[in-house]
Structures are given as structure tokens and as C-alpha cells.
């Protein structure tokens, strides 16, 4: 069996929870691939994980998205093969590491014109990003939508997807720069959330017509906000927790502004079968190959220096996608 770093975690807490070991790989079961890893993608759920937002049995690893090559493959795969350039962004714990074990039906191809950071950096973010407007409220161009934290991993790349679409998108960021970031992706106008109101922005900004949907990956500190720039029977999407989960939720607030709809959905729901995850991710790649899509990275961590990439992310001192990078 092959050794392998990776990053492990034996009780749920702050970024020194996290500690590299070295632990045999063996060779992949009949429907897994083994994976020689290049890049893996960092997100915000990776914290909720360490933190036990999301609990997991202890000890765990951490990550669900990483690309590299395929170095051996279970008797029961077929759409893979030894040498294949691949992805996943949706698979169990474990995704920091430099060798794994991984479900095929969770790994894609990748195109050639597609490096290894940028399909890790891609995959989970881009195929939220498709599952939120293809398939949770699907955008069919000339809308006019909200979306949180616009110069964000996701949030660039729902950027250059609504603009391919057609779709007017509003995003919000914290700071000058993030907002010029954003608009530079695609976005149509961007809200500076700690200078102006965001609600009466989107007002103005839509002659007091609001949007009928409102993506928000960020959670607790927007969750009322978000509710008060839909229009009647408008969708709130909220995919997220960056500044923590939403607690209290009133069912009356949803009929007092408006007949509002509410989900509350996760990627893997979208995803669930190798059939839907390929859709998805060829969907995906399509963007990427016709230039509507580029992936935007703006921090690069050595696995070594995980605990250091978390507190950025957790910090917000990060723009685009982070990657933890291997040689």
C-alpha cells in the first residue's frame, strides 16, 4: 500500500484541531477510484466541519473537492481509466490528502483546457452554482436577482454565469475593492453591505419592484434583509452559513411580506445519482470551454499550511477560490 499526507482531525474546534499524518492507501474497491491528488479546493463548509457545525464522527479528515489523476480503478468502474485527468467536488470527507480512495460515480473528467487548480477550485463552487440557477430557481435570462457575497468563490463564478445568462445580478461585498471585483466578473451593480441599505438599494435599483429570488450563501447576519427585497411570492435560496446558521425562523414573516417561498437546499440532494452529477458537471465544463466561465484564484496554501488557510477564509480575507496545492 501507498503512504499518504493527509489532514486529520480528532475533536471539533479552531484551525489547530488540524493535524497532517501519514496513513497507508489501499487499492480502490471494485466502484472507487485512487486518486494521485494535484489541487484540492477549499470551502466554507470544510470549516463547518472542523468547527462540528456540521458533525461528522470523530476522527475524521476534511474537503470534498480536489482534482488529480487516476492511478489505479476498481473492477466495476467504466467510465474512467488509469491516466485520466479527473474532479470530484462531491465526495466523503477526506479531500485533503495527497492519495485517496474516491466513489467513481463522484469523479468526473476534465477537459484539457482545464488546469488541475482551476477544476479544483471549480467543482463544488461551479456546480452549486449551476444547481442553483439551472435547477433550484432555473434563470432564464432578462431577470434581475440578488446574490450575497458576490466577490466570494461562488459568488464570482454566479457572476459570470448570470452575465452568459443574461441576468441582471446583484451582488453584495464588504469593501470597495470586492465590489469592483464582482463587477469585473459580471456582476450589474454591487451593494457595499456596511455603507448602504441593502434593501432599499435593491429597491431603487429595480424602480421598487425588488427580485424574485434571492441567493444567500451567507446566512444569520442576512437572513431578514434578504427577506425584505423579494417581490410577492419571490424564492429565498439560502445555501449557506459563512456568518452562521439561521436560528428562529418565523413561518409568519413569509405570508406579512408577501406569500414568500423558502429552501434550503445542498448541492449533493442535486447531485445524488452518477447520472445527474455528470449532467451537472458537463454543464459545467461547457461554460468553462466557451469562455464564459474563468476561474478566479486568489490564495494559494501548501497542505502544510492549512490551519493559516482556514483562518483567511473564516476572516474573509480572501477573494475568489482558495487552494491547498501539491507537488
Not at 205 to 220: A, E, F, H, N
Request: contains cysteine; charged residues 20%; hydrophobic residues 45%.
Amino acid at each position: 500500500m501507498e503512504q499518504s499526507r493527509k489532514v486529520r482531525i480528532e475533536a471539533h474546534g479552531g484551525p489547530e484541531v488540524m493535524r497532517i499524518v501519514t496513513e497507508a492507501v489501499p487499492a480502490p474497491s471494485d466502484h472507487e477510484v485512487l486518486i494521485r491528488q494535484k489541487a484540492i479546493g477549499l470551502n466554507f463548509i470544510d470549516i463547518y466541519c472542523r468547527t462540528g457545525l456540521y458533525p461528522n464522527p470523530l476522527p475524521h479528515g476534511l474537503g470534498f473537492e480536489a482534482a488529480g489523476v487516476v492511478e489505479a480503478v476498481g473492477a466495476g468502474v467504466r467510465h474512467l481509466r488509469v491516466g485520466d485527468r479527473v474532479a470530484y467536488g462531491q465526495s466523503p470527507l477526506g479531500a485533503y490528502a495527497e492519495l485517496r480512495n474516491v466513489p467513481a460515480d463522484r469523479v468526473v473528467a476534465i477537459p484539457d483546457s482545464v488546469d488541475f487548480e482551476q477544476a479544483a477550485a471549480l467543482m463544488l463552487k461551479g456546480l452549486t452554482v449551476q444547481y442553483l440557477f439551472r435547477q433550484t430557481y432555473r434563470l432564464k435570462g432578462d431577470e434581475t436577482i440578488l446574490f450575497h457575497a458576490a466577490a466570494g468563490g461562488v459568488g464570482l463564478i454566479a457572476c459570470q454565469w448570470a452575465r452568459a445568462l443574461g441576468v441582471r445580478l446583484i451582488g453584495t461585498a464588504s469593501t470597495p475593492e470586492k465590489a469592483a471585483l464582482a463587477r469585473q466578473n459580471g456582476a450589474w451593480e454591487v451593494i457595499d453591505y456596511t455603507r448602504e441599505d441593502v434593501a432599499a438599494r435593491v429597491r431603487e435599483l429595480t424602480d421598487g419592484r425588488k427580485v424574485p429570488v434571492v441567493y444567500d450563501g451567507v446566512g444569520k447576519s442576512t437572513w431578514e434583509v434578504s427577506l425584505d427585497c423579494l417581490q410577492p411570492r419571490g424564492l429565498m435560496v439560502s445555501f449557506g452559513n459563512a456568518s452562521g446558521p439561521v436560528e428562529g425562523v418565523k413561518l409568519g414573516q413569509l405570508a406579512t411580506k408577501g406569500s414568500l417561498y423558502v429552501t434550503r437546499p445542498t448541492l449533493g440532494t442535486y447531485v445524488a445519482s452518477a447520472q445527474a452529477m455528470q449532467e451537472a458537471a458537463a454543464d459545467l465544463f461547457q461554460q468553462v470551454v466557451d469562455g464564459h466561465i474563468q476561474v478566479a484564484i486568489g490564495q494559494r496554501f501548501a497542505l502544510e499550511d492549512v490551519a493559516e488557510a482556514h483562518r483567511a477564509l473564516a476572516e474573509r480575507r480572501t477573494t475568489g477560490a482558495t487552494v491547498l496545492t501539491l507537488d
